[in-house]
């Protein structure tokens, strides 16, 4: 079992309560007011600790910082590379595709948030508007 300070969980609770994608500065603003003592190694410290027993998930979505969130709701992104838009793809439409792999290489899947980089319609078609 974690063991949930003071900070770690009101940075959990936060990151719950939000329900998505937070920087460690963004934790840190929404949480300051509430701990008065706090400083920025104190949540860095913090989320590492709830990434390691699998309470929170960082990504990096290629953005200058990594993102944290709760990872109550499994879920999987598409970022687009030109707007930085993201979507959220459903784990029930990735949990086949996982299970297959699981099962065809004999591999437990650890990956809790998916990734995938792209375009979106919106990018896709003003890049095709252009090269018109
Ligand atoms: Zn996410
Ligand atoms: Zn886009």
Redesign the pocket.
Known sequence: MAKLTTARSIILETLEANQKHMTAFQVYDAVKHRLPSLNMSTVYRALEYLTHHGLISVADVGASMPIYEAVSNTHHHLV?E??R?ISIVAHDEVKEFFDSISHKYNFTIHTNHLILFG??E??RQAKDDKSE
């Open positions: 687009c030109e707007c838009h375009l979106c919106k990018c």
